[in-house]
């Protein structure tokens, strides 16, 4: 792939998140000092996106932000840890790091998660509603694609597989359109579990 480059992988310090969001903020911090193209992260567990949005907002004032995810994403806390993968984009959003959210395929969350969706003004797309969705954002926009937003029959290597998820044509055709439409500054791929 010539438009491609591997730049190896990051270096995850296990048990000690904040250091690993460190971690990839300075990585960002020099990608960007070397080179003008789009980084795309391939990930284990969706906290890692905190970090690259952190990394990113040294670069641009202003970040649009969407996710494919079964799951919200913005549980308070998690078993007692202040920033996990069920409530990094709580974190984001709080912390005024993110301006318009965009939610597609939710379909596991809690009374909460979703109150909190309402009062940040968090648009959801539903799975049913997603074959006819337009994402426009106003921002530089980060992309964020959770596997678990795919049906657990296609996805079955992540750890929180849910059902009625996304078919993977559908999947691909809205990525399309939103990076064919849209300022895109980088994406994710996430939840990947290797052991399953």
Excluded: W
Aim: net charge negative; with cysteine; glycine share 8%.
């Amino acid at each position: 792939y010539e438009h491609f480059e591997d730049l190896g992988n990051l270096n995850v310090v296990h048990g000690d998140v904040k250091k690993t969001m460190q971690n990839i903020e300075k990585f960002l911090e020099t990608f960007f000092e070397q080179r003008k193209t789009i980084p795309v992260f391939l990930g284990g567990e969706h906290t890692i996106t905190y970090g690259i949005i952190s990394g990113l907002t040294k670069k641009y004032n202003k970040i649009d932000l969407v996710v494919f995810d079964a799951h919200l994403d913005c549980c308070d806390s998690f078993a007692g840890e202040e920033l996990g993968h069920l409530n990094y984009l709580n974190k984001l959003i709080s912390e005024k790091r993110v301006e318009n959210v965009f939610v597609i395929g939710a379909r596991e969350y809690s009374k909460f998660e979703l109150e909190f969706a309402k009062k940040h003004k968090i648009k959801i797309i539903t799975v049913e509603n997603c074959k006819k969705a337009k994402i426009k954002t106003k921002n530089p926009t980060y992309v964020s694609f959770d596997l678990d937003v795919l049906d657990f029959t296609v996805a079955i290597g992540t750890g929180t597989p849910e059902l009625g998820g996304l078919e993977t044509k559908t999947a691909i055709n809205l990525l399309n359109q939103i990076i064919s439409k849209n300022k895109v500054i980088g994406l994710d791929i996430v939840e990947l579990n290797p052991m399953l």
